[in-house]
């Protein structure tokens, strides 16, 4: 299990408190609560409907929370659009990697570096390509982003992300849909993006992969937090093995 403790401050770069949302009469979030320090990474665990992409949606700013609080370090959000929330340093992947699929790769990136990052294009060509190299696409940088393999859109997604230059990076289940090799690969280059200093909120359903990488864990059900803390206790706590019994931790 990583050490992530070692060299985390103590002021969080993301706050949500007492967070809840609704749809009408449902309920699919209910005041939750949690911060993630400088340099942490905090998987999110939940079947589901459990809650985790709304969650997401509410601090990349596609949705609005019906109560709560959200802190970008001091910075409360207040309804910015996703645009205004990546210039303000929030980096987002989707479960289904969504590239400019006519774009080729290094053009992606580019979008990502000057409209999200507010590089200009002169400064973004060299930025983009060392995020290329570090995601392991550089041989894929002139390719169209609909012609890559599933794993390469996976790190293209990755990639994008990075290049915006995030404060806080949010994956949302980046690793489903590979294989287990696959997986262990983009494992890796996530533990080298945080090794770096990235601040991380991993959502997955891939227990392997969270635990190889996160420093704590967050467990949700039906919208509430059921357990968070370090990945032993909350693996081991009764509450989660009965959400996931039948899933192999």
């Not at 749809?23 to 939750?32: M, S």
């Not at 790190?155 to 696959?182: F, H, N, Q, V, Y």
């Amino acid at each position: 299990m990583p050490d992530g403790s070692a060299g985390l401050t103590r002021e969080p770069i993301l706050r949500a408190s007492g967070v809840s949302k609704s749809f009408g009469a449902v309920r699919v979030l209910h005041e939750v609560s949690f911060e993630v320090q400088q340099g942490e990474v905090l998987g999110i665990l939940g079947p589901n409907g459990a809650g985790k992409t709304t969650l997401f949606n509410l601090i990349s700013g596609d949705l609005k929370p019906s109560a709560g609080e959200i802190h970008l370090g001091d910075i409360r959000l207040r309804g910015e659009p996703p645009y205004r929330r990546c210039q303000m340093g929030i980096g987002r992947t989707y479960q289904i990697p969504r590239p400019y699929s006519g774009m080729t790769a290094f053009e992606n990136l580019l979008v990502a570096s000057t409209f999200g990052g507010g590089r200009s294009e002169a400064d973004s060509y060299a930025f983009c390509a060392q995020v290329l190299q570090e995601c392991e696409l550089a041989q894929r940088a002139n390719t169209r982003a609909g012609s890559l393999t599933l794993l390469d859109r996976k790190r293209l997604e990755l990639a994008r992300a990075l290049a915006s230059g995030p404060k806080l990076l949010l994956l949302d289940e980046i690793a489903g849909g590979l294989t287990e090799e696959e997986s262990r690969a983009l494992v890796a280059l996530v533990r080298r993006i945080r090794e770096r200093g990235v601040t991380i909120v991993w959502i997955e359903h891939v227990l392997h992969a969270l635990l190889a990488v996160a420093d704590r864990l967050l467990v949700l059900n039906f919208g509430e937090t059921i357990a968070v803390g370090a990945p032993e206790a909350v693996i081991a706590d009764p509450d989660v093995k009965r959400v996931y019994m039948g899933i192999e931790a």
